[in-house]
Structures are given as structure tokens and as C-alpha cells.
């Protein structure tokens, strides 16, 4: 049946596409059939002029015959369609302005659209590239101030004893690590520790070399290193021997067993990784419930019912909150897919991305609904003359169908460019400082979704005028000779609506936009509690095995500081944990001597900076009262603290915390210490980071760590030399150590926020893409009015009306509906700054002016796309118009 269909429509396709010639071979036939018949009269004895007319006579006539062949051989229906086809293409090609209009927001506003598509294709839709990937779960240990947060060794480890009811349990510890090798300069290499089953569980293994061993586990026997791929060919050019060379990791001898294959180095699922080594923990580190850098993932057994795996993981974290409510009161346990939380932390941001390019859809869609509508109107007695001639409804409709999808697929491939630019321009940006990038490929799935897009655009907003054109009057439209082509009521509302919410839209996009560059520039321009101007930053991590000591650290601390100092052209100089200003984590629950014990898990909690003793005079944060750290705050001296104004005034009110004693829960047990000082509060710089309420402040040689944040201020301009002086000063103390981050505060600023700069941007984009597709909406609304009143103005200047009078009366036609959608717009454009507000705590998202000046700004727009047209009314001839109508 199936076959037979198809050599029927093979047969037809041939005969339209073939119809030349087979109008050749018809001829041929019929010119041999009639030889044949004049041959045989000859051969009666006729002559050959009587055997001709015999023939003739005989045969019949031959156009008849002709048509009878050609019925039985039309594709009727296929002739039909194609005939339209052309027809459509014509039509269209008479009417460029609307055909390049119409194309060019269909390009635009599908462009958009499916360029946050690629995004959100590559981050959430593309198959994570592991065997039954849908089976890998996170696990996060959920506390107040992070619901996706990592949990401690010893948590993990009571984990993996009872992996039997959720299935297969690994882990990863996240760290820098330093690298070096003998003629390569030294580099600081994303790492992670896994135990032996990590490559196991996630059902991959090495491309070359070999997997961890069990008995690598254990610390000792830790120093083999596995290289992702992408670092292999890096930094090793993808060396063939690359198994059994040696490097130095941390200082120690670290032999390459193996190099993982390219498609485990997927970004989406931990970022991208350069080495891998066994986990190695002490006992002490197995012991360990505080500090929580263990992240796990996990392996759901198909043997297990729904919901088990979700309901064991639950209940082992409310059994760890009861054994151990000091390190996990208040905290649960939870799971997800990988395959749903694969976008990480900027999920939010790219959903909302997603969101407002819809936005530029929708009033690209209503754009072109509405020159659809236009043109359908302007076509009334086309389709009335059509209807008068037999064409049935169904044949009215098919060319403005046609038309609709001629348009939608060479917008959709328009649109398919426009994406593959856009998404080029991300991939650049999404270029991190070891040359790694997220590329967004325009595979089938973004074809797909621009094409689909662009056809049930261009069919769904065809209907309104379809369904005009199929209940035309047409003995009222032939009757008014073509006069009077004009909208009904029910049309000039739908018009109206539309640009109504196009211009709602475009405020809600624009006010956003401006409202978070805005803001966004003001967190760079902070100066509250530091000065960035004249400070340059560097990192320095110390691997442990060269600094187990803490006096080798405070040592180290001090050549660094004193060399640094000695420069010329530096003010101060100072080491800390951290920069406060690029958002600090690390959050301690405290307790203050002589107060009641408050209850678990409500205990109120502060962020842990160390620093050096000129560390608030390189910052410039000001000192509020007591005295700031000194030399005498050494390593051997009483710990003292530090505090933030926030901290003094809601934990001591009016009463003086100099003297006070508090305490932050550290590893072992609380950490004692005096107050000595309040200094000013240091707002973050990070728009996502969580504002910080509390810190307390340390002297660094009281508790030193490997992980280091220099600042060094100078007397005036940076000197372009000072970044080649501070590396030369930490390689003649350690020339094994690398340095990051070496550049100015304010650059580093800019560098911390560049993906929310990049988030402005492309917000900003969409917001200008979205006003010029309102604009040229409303022109095309305001130029309709005037080609149906023409007549209308005609008489109106004829009877004494004042030019300035109809240019008025336009200007105001766009002005109330651009008035309506902008007012309508400021409603949703504060539910778009919540929403912004929310992804982005640390910006301002609240400035009435702005949101003024946005709400003018889209009243000029509707004046200035309305002038035209309105200029156009002022200059209509009244003789011209008397004399048309």
C-alpha cells in the first residue's frame, strides 16, 4: 500500500517537473499513430492527398485527444500548490518594503531567541557524554547560607559505609595546585582529589595509561596524577610518552599514570579540570566533621524503588544533624540528577537570559501580526475580485498561508546566521585565563528550534489575517470600488493591543537593562570601606609539603612584606586569607563570653579573614574605635580580634565590644580571642555575592594558611615595572611558586564581574532590539492610519484645518498607545528588578529617576516613529485627496 502511494506521487512529481518533455513524446505518439493510419490507405490504393484526408477523417480531432491524455496524467492538486507557490513569491516580491520588514523581525526576534536557545541547548539539553547519565545524582549538604553546599571528610566517609541503600557513592576535594617542571615556568593547575572509584562511577577510563589504584588512596602512596585531556595537549602538547614522566605537584614528585579521554573534560559537569589525584587524607583529615570541601556524587542503583535514594539520603542527614549539632545542626541532605543541575551556578542568570529573549520574540511576533494584518486589509479587493472569479475560501487562504511560510524560512535561516555570530561573539567571552572556552555549536537541535520557531510564528500570527480574509463581505468590498479598505473594530483593537504590549515589553527589558548596568557600575565604582585606586593584588598559594610549619609561613609572610616595602614607589604592603571586596566565604558560628547559650542553629555567624598587621592601611579601611593589629601580635602574643561595625553594633548595641570576648567554632575547638578594634564595614564588589553582616579580623601570624591574597599600595600610579618587581621578589624567596592574579584592584574588579558585564550586555541588547522593533511597530501602525484617512485629512484641510492641527492629531494617536504600553510596562518592569535583584544581591536595583527617564524615553520613541507618517498627513494635497476618493 505504502509502496504503491509512493510510486504514485513518483510518478506525478515526474510529470510536473518533466512536463516539456513529455508534451515531445505526446506529440511523437500521436504523429506516429497517424502515419500508421494514412500508410494503411495507401496501401488500399489511395493516393497520398485522399489517404491524408482519410486519415483525418478517421483520427478525429487531435486536440481532443490531447486534452483526454493530459487529464489522465495532471497532478492536479501538486499544480495547484505550485502555482500558489509561485504565486506567494510574486506577491512577496511585489511588496519589498514589507518583505524585508517582515524578514528582517523575523530574523531578529527568532535570532535572539535562539541564540539563548544554543546556550541553554549546550548547558541543559545536550547529553551529559557518560553511560547512563541520568543515574548520576549530586549529593549537597544544604545549610542556611548554601543550598547546594560541600560536606566534610569524616561525613563523607560515614556516607560511604551505607552506600548499599542508595547505590554507588565518590567524591572530589576542588584545589589549586602548584606545578612545575624542570625549563617550563611554574603554573598554578586546577586540581581535584578523588578516591579510586571517582572515573568508575561516572563509567569512563583513562584514553591513556591507566585508573587509580585502591592502595593510592592512602597518604604515601598519592603521588600519581591523571591529566584531563585538554591540559595534556596544553601544557604537554599532547605528548605520546607522556606516561611515567615526572612533574612536581606542591613541591613533590608526582608520576603521570594516565590521560583521561576528551569527553570526560565537559564543562557542565565540574567546570574544567586540568589533573586529578588521589585523595590522600590523613587520619586527621578522616576525622575531620568541620571542614566541609568534600563534594560528592553518587551512582542511583536500578534496583532501588522511586524515591528511595532521595528518601535515604534525607533521613542520613537528619541522623547527622542529631549525632553531631555542632557541626550539623540546622543542615539537610538532598539529591538531584546531574542531568537537572548541570548549569551550576549561573542557572539563574541564563533562565532569565532565556526569559527575556522571549520578550524580543513576542514583539517580534506582534510586529509582524500586525504587517500581516496590514497587508491583508490593503489586499481586500484582490481577494474580493478572486472570490467573484470561483476561487473558494480554502484558495483564499492557501496564498496567505504560503506567503506566511516563505516567510518564516528565510527568516528561520536568516535567524540561523544571526545565532551562529551571536553565539561566535559568546564563545569569546566565555574564554577563561587558561585559554579555555564554552563553545554553543549550531547543531540540529538550534536548527531545529529556529526553524519550528519561525514556522509556528509566522503560521500563528498569520491566522488573524487569514480569518479576515475568509470573512470579507465581497459584494460589500466590490461595491466600495477598493474605497474604504479599512479596519474594522475588532481589527484596530488587536492592532492596538499589540503595539500596546509591545511597548509594555520594551520597558520592562529596557528599565532592566539600565536599571542593572546601572547598578552593576556602581558596585564597580564602591568605595565603601577600601580605596582601589593605586592597589595592586596578587595570589600566592604555598604548597603544604614545603610549608607544614607555621613559622615557615610567617616566615615567608615576612620576606615577602619587607622586600615589598622597601620598593620605592609602595606606600604599604599586606597578606591576607582574602580580598573582602571579591565576596568572602569561610562563615564560623560565634559565641560571646557571658551571654546565654543560644539555641543550635541560630547562633549568629561571621566570616574569618587573617591579615597582616598593615592590612587596613593598604586597603584604606577605616579605623572606628580601639586600635588596629600591631607587631606585638605575633604568633606567640594573646589572639585578638578585629571586628566589623555591623558586628560591634548588633551584637554589642551601645555598649563598647573593646575588651569583649567572643570566640569562632574552629576545627578542634572555639578559637578565644579579645576585641582590640572595630574598623569600617567592606561591601563585596561581586554582584552575587550574599552581602557580608559579620567578619572578624585576625592577626595572619597567629593562624597562617597556604593560601595567600597580597595587596600592595602605591605613592602614586602604578608603576608599569612593579609587576615584574613582585614576581621577582617571590622567586627569589621560592622561585617553585607561581603568582595569579597579578594586576591592578581595579582590573580585577572588572575581571570578577566580566560574566555579569557580559550578562548587561546581552540584557541591554535585547532591551534596545525590543524598543526598535516597538518603534518600527508603532510607525507601521501610525503610517496605516494615515493611508485610511488621507481622504479624511483631504476634507479637513479643505474646510480651514491647520497643518499643525493633523500633524497633532497623528503625533497623539501614537502617543496614547505608546503611553498605555510604557505605563502598563513599569508594572512588570518592578517585578523584572525583583528578579534581577534576586540573582544579583549585591546591586542596587531601586532608582526612581531611572525609571522616569526610561518611561520619557519610549514617549520620544513612539513621537519620533510617529513623525514621519505625521509629516507625511500635513503634506496630503486636499485637491489630490478629494479627487482619489
Not at 514589507?98 to 546556550?119: D, P, R
Request: glycine content about 8%; charged content about 20%.
Amino acid at each position: 500500500m505504502i509502496a504503491a502511494r509512493f510510486r504514485w506521487l513518483r510518478t506525478k512529481l515526474h510529470r510536473l517537473f518533466r512536463r516539456g518533455q513529455q508534451e515531445s513524446e505526446l506529440d511523437a505518439e500521436m504523429q506516429f499513430h497517424f502515419d500508421q493510419l494514412v500508410a494503411e490507405f495507401e496501401a488500399e490504393g489511395m493516393s497520398k492527398s485522399r489517404a491524408t484526408a482519410a486519415a483525418h477523417r478517421e483520427f478525429g480531432t487531435v486536440d481532443s485527444y490531447r486534452e483526454e491524455i493530459r487529464d489522465s496524467w495532471r497532478p492536479s492538486d501538486l499544480a495547484d500548490l505550485w502555482r500558489s507557490l509561485i504565486s506567494a513569491i510574486r506577491s512577496l516580491a511585489r511588496s519589498p518594503g514589507f518583505t524585508v520588514l517582515a524578514i528582517t523581525t523575523l530574523a531578529l526576534g527568532i535570532g535572539a531567541n535562539t541564540s539563548m536557545f544554543s546556550v541553554l541547548n549546550e548547558v541543559s539539553i545536550r547529553p551529559l557524554p557518560y553511560p547512563d547519565s541520568h543515574a548520576l545524582h549530586r549529593i549537597y549538604r544544604a545549610t542556611p547560607q548554601d543550598q547546594l553546599g560541600a560536606t566534610s571528610p569524616a561525613d563523607y566517609l560515614d556516607l560511604l559505609e551505607q552506600k548499599e541503600n542508595f547505590g554507588e557513592f565518590t567524591a572530589y576535594v576542588s584545589q589549586e595546585m602548584n606545578l612545575s617542571e624542570p625549563g617550563e615556568p611554574a603554573m598554578i593547575a586546577r586540581a581535584f582529589r578523588v578516591p579510586a572509584n571517582f572515573f568508575d562511577v561516572f563509567g569512563i577510563h583513562p584514553n591513556l595509561g591507566r585508573n587509580f589504584r585502591l592502595e593510592e588512596e592512602q597518604q604515601g602512596n598519592h603521588r600519581v596524577i591523571i591529566l584531563s585531556h585538554n591540559f595534556w595537549q596544553s601544557r604537554f602538547g599532547g605528548r605520546p610518552d607522556i606516561i611515567g614522566h615526572t612533574v612536581r605537584v606542591d613541591s613533590e614528585p608526582h608520576e603521570i599514570i594516565g590521560v583521561m579521554p576528551e569527553s570526560y573534560n565537559d564543562w557542565r559537569m565540574h567546570g574544567y579540570v586540568n589533573l586529578f589525584r588521589p585523595m590522600g587524607w590523613t587520619d586527621e583529615e578522616r576525622r575531620d566533621r568541620s571542614a566541609n570541601n568534600v563534594r560528592i556524587a553518587g551512582r542511583v542503583s536500578s534496583d532501588l524503588p522511586p524515591g528511595a535514594a532521595e528518601s535515604f539520603i534525607a533521613n542520613f542527614g537528619e541522623h547527622l544533624a542529631i549525632d553531631y549539632p555542632d557541626q550539623n545542626a540546622g543542615t539537610s541532605w538532598h539529591n538531584t540528577p546531574y542531568e537537572v543541575v548541570k548549569v551550576g551556578g549561573g542557572h539563574i542568570p541564563l533562565s532569565m537570559l532565556v526569559g527575556l529573549s522571549g520578550f524580543v520574540l513576542l514583539i517580534a511576533c506582534s510586529n509582524l501580526a500586525n504587517f500581516l494584518l496590514a497587508r491583508t486589509i490593503a489586499r481586500s479587493r484582490e481577494f474580493a475580485l478572486r472570490g467573484a472569479l470561483g476561487a473558494s475560501r480554502l484558495q483564499l487562504l492557501r496564498p496567505l498561508i504560503l506567503e506566511s511560510l516563505i516567510l518564516a524560512i528565510v527568516g528561520g535561516l536568516l535567524a540561523i546566521l544571526v545565532t551562529t555570530w551571536t553565539t561566535d561573539f559568546l564563545t569569546v567571552l566565555s574564554t577563561d585565563d587558561q585559554g579555555d572556552a564554552v563553545s554553543f555549536p549550531t547543531d540540529w537541535n538550534v536548527m531545529g528550534w529556529a526553524m519550528g520557531a519561525a514556522i509556528l510564528t509566522s503560521v500563528a500570527f498569520g491566522i488573524a489575517p487569514a480569518l479576515y480574509a475568509m470573512r470579507l463581505d465581497l459584494n460589500q468590498v466590490l461595491k466600495s470600488g477598493g474605497r474604504g479598505s479599512s479596519d474594522g473594530r475588532g481589527q484596530k483593537r488587536l492592532r492596538h493591543a499589540l503595539i500596546i504590549g509591545q511597548f509594555a515589553l520594551a520597558m520592562m527589558l529596557l528599565n532592566g537593562a539600565v536599571l542593572f548596568i546601572r547598578g552593576l557600575s556602581d558596585l564597580n565604582n564602591r568605595k565603601e570601606g577600601w580605596e582601589s585606586d593605586n592597589l595592586i593584588t596578587a595570589s600566592v598559594r604555598l604548597p603544604e609539603a614545603d610549608y607544614q610549619e607555621t613559622e615557615r609561613i610567617n616566615l615567608f609572610h615576612e620576606q615577602v612584606l619587607q622586600q615589598l616595602q622597601a620598593l620605592p614607589a609602595v606606600e604599604s604592603a599586606s597578606v591576607s586569607y582574602a580580598l573582602p571586596f571579591f565576596g568572602l566565604s569561610n562563615p564560623r558560628k560565634l559565641i560571646i563570653e557571658g551571654r546565654d547559650t543560644v539555641e543550635v542553629g541560630r547562633e549568629p555567624v561571621a566570616v574569618i579573614n587573617g591579615v597582616s598587621v598593615d592590612y587596613f592601611e593598604t586597603l584604606g579601611t577605616t579605623l572606628r574605635a580601639g586600635r588596629k593589629f600591631n607587631d606585638g601580635d605575633h604568633a606567640d602574643a594573646l589572639r585578638v580580634f578585629v571586628i566589623n561595625q555591623s558586628m560591634a553594633q548588633t551584637l554589642f548595641g551601645d555598649t563598647s565590644p573593646i575588651g569583649q570576648r567572643v570566640a569562632y567554632h574552629s576545627e578542634d575547638e572555639p578559637a578565644w580571642g579579645e576585641i582590640v578594634g572595630v574598623v569600617a564595614n567592606v561591601k563585596s564588589v561581586t554582584p552575587d555575592a550574599q552581602p557580608i553582616t559579620f567578619q572578624i579580623y585576625h592577626p595572619m601570624a597567629q593562624e597562617p594558611i597556604g593560601f595567600n591574597e597580597f595587596a600592595v599600595r602605591t605613592n602614586g600610579p602604578i608603576p608599569h615595572d612593579l609587576t615584574d618587581n613582585i614576581r621577582h621578589i617571590i622567586a627569589g624567596i621560592d622561585p617553585t611558586l607561581p603568582v595569579r592574579k597579578l594586576q591592578s584592584a581595579a582590573s580585577r574588579i572588572d575581571r570578577s564581574n566580566y560574566q555579569t558585564g557580559v550578562f548587561g550586555q546581552m540584557l541591554f541588547g535585547f532591551a534596545v532590539l525590543g524598543l526598535a522593533l516597538a518603534a518600527l511597530g508603532i510607525y507601521g501602525v501610525i503610517a496605516r492610519i494615515v493611508a485610511q484617512r488621507t481622504s479624511e485629512f483631504g476634507i479637513r484641510l479643505a474646510l480651514g484645518a491647520q497643518v499643525q492641527d493633523i500633524t497633532f492629531m497623528v503625533l497623539a494617536s501614537g502617543l496614547k498607545l505608546s503611553l498605555a504600553g510604557s505605563a502598563l510596562g513599569l508594572v512588570g518592569a518592578y517585578g523584572i528588578s525583583r528578579l534581577l535583584k534576586f540573582a544579583f544581591p549585591s546591586i542596587e536595583m531601586d532608582h526612581l529617576p531611572v525609571m522616569t527617564a526610561m518611561f520619557v524615553l519610549l514617549l520620544v520613541v513612539a513621537l519620533l516613529a510617529s513623525y514621519l507618517p505625521a509629516r507625511r498627513a500635513s503634506k496630503i494635497s486636499p485637491v489630490e485627496a478629494l479627487r482619489a476618493e
